[in-house]
């Protein structure tokens, strides 16, 4: 666990497929991709020591949608070995599900990533290199054992400021006719205080126009510059992190929480440079 510390993000590459573990655009699957710069291979780190447990758990929180890394009792997909992995909600009722060991292996500075309910994270796809899935593989014996389940860690460095929200394409359909969701948003003073909350009715998935939307809503309570609005994703401590892409082309409903820059909350605030060497 050494290779994991609180807070930071970190990539996971694949040993034997040399693609990285990433949050997929639909907010709820996870595949292995080659792309590197990119915040959805990004995974923030959570440690965690439930009560009456002797080690603490990593927990991985997806930089791009907020969701953590689960294990589930489903059966992999067709031409995956094991059981599915998907991306969970924070507050998601089966908490083991997201409860991970890193366990370093023989082989270099790689590590098994170990699940609560066993297992070990592996890749899928060695003989069919098209099957980019990622699931719980279980390991029964010495023949079991495969490098298809090693993972190299990549921490990935902060950055001082937060990174241009991605602008809309303007090729979009006519925003009537956009798929919409609820976004539920929660406003709170620097001591915790209750500012304001409630839900609006989103249509698509551009993270820049609904900044735009939120912050005309909020200058009802004070008045607000786009700029100055700052859309986070809570974690299951109580961490915030910055929603710096587009929403998941799911239509399921989305909270965030609103910090306004100058803030202590947003001084708080980490934002990983997916860009670095």
Known sequence: MEQFHHGQHVRLRNRERGTYLHADEDGHGVSLRHRRASMNAAWAVHLYQPPRAQVPFLLLHSAAYGRYLAATGAPAPLGHRGHRVEQRSYNHPEEEAVFWMAVRTEFRDDVLLQHFNGGSLRANGKYLPWNNGASVGYINGI?????????????IPAREIMPPLPRSTGLTLATAVLPSREIVY?????????????????RGRSVFQLRKEL????????????????MCLPTRDGRLFPLVVDLPSN??????????????????????DVDAE
């Open 186 to 202: 929660v406003w709170r003073d620097i001591h915790g205080g209750l500012i304001t909350t409630g839900w609006h009715m989103f």
């Open 215 to 230: 912050a005309s809503l909020l200058s009802a309570v004070q008045v607000l510059g786009v700029a100055d609005l700052v």
């Open 251 to 272: 239509r399921q409903s989305f909270y965030v929480v609103v910090v306004v820059a100058g803030t202590p909350p947003h001084a708080a605030l980490r934002y990983a």
């Open 143 to 155: 023949h079991d054992m495969s490098t298809m389940m090693h993972w190299v860690v990549e921490p």
